[in-house]
């Protein structure tokens, strides 16, 4: 029989202490950063349809048209109906797009907050637009 155990411990690796071994970060991963860009682009197409909606709406300022006095009112003319039904329409329509583009494999970082962020910008000029074309022009 020999003085040697009959198992012996391997030997640490040098500068290696007990509870130093490096823990890695939990990373945001990719399916979260993915629900989260659903998620908003989800409320920017509620916002749209409210948009929209309210860009209809903005037809009621039309009803004084014909009537003495109206014949310089930008709203009603040709392009004055144009921009204060379809800038908020178009606008709606064209955020929304913008916004799904960030789910394409473009080679730019941080593509999809970017263009979700145009998207609502898009969304709310063109509800700006039309307000303007409804009640700012005379």
Request: aromatic share 6%; proline share 9%.
């Given at each position: 029989?020999?003085?040697?155990?009959?198992f012996?411990?391997?030997?640490?690796?040098?500068?290696?202490?007990?509870?130093?071994a490096?823990?890695?970060?939990?990373?945001?991963?990719?399916a979260?950063?993915?629900?989260g860009?659903v998620?908003?682009?989800?409320?920017l197409?509620?916002?749209?349809?409210?948009?929209?909606?309210?860009?209809?709406?903005?037809t009621?300022?039309?009803?004084s048209?014909?009537t003495?006095?109206?014949?310089?009112?930008?709203?009603?003319?040709?392009?004055?109906?144009?921009?204060?039904?379809?800038?908020?329409i178009?606008?709606?329509?064209?955020?929304?797009?913008?916004?799904?583009?960030g789910?394409?494999?473009?080679?730019?970082?941080?593509?999809?907050?970017i263009l979700?962020?145009?998207?609502?910008?898009?969304?709310?000029?063109?509800?700006?637009i039309?307000?303007?074309?409804a009640?700012?022009?005379?």
């Amino acid at each position: 029989m020999s003085d040697k155990p009959a198992f012996s411990a391997p030997t640490p690796a040098p500068g290696w202490a007990p509870g130093t071994a490096p823990v890695p970060a939990p990373a945001r991963g990719g399916a979260a950063r993915t629900v989260g860009a659903v998620l908003a682009v989800v409320v920017l197409a509620v916002l749209a349809l409210a948009v929209a909606g309210i860009g209809l709406l903005l037809t009621l300022s039309m009803d004084s048209c014909g009537t003495a006095g109206t014949e310089d009112v930008f709203v009603c003319g040709t392009a004055g109906m144009l921009v204060t039904i379809g800038s908020p329409i178009a606008g709606a329509v064209l955020g929304v797009l913008v916004a799904l583009g960030g789910f394409l494999p473009l080679p730019f970082r941080h593509r999809r907050p970017i263009l979700i962020s145009a998207g609502y910008l898009i969304v709310l000029a063109g509800l700006g637009i039309g307000f303007l074309g409804a009640f700012g022009l005379s």
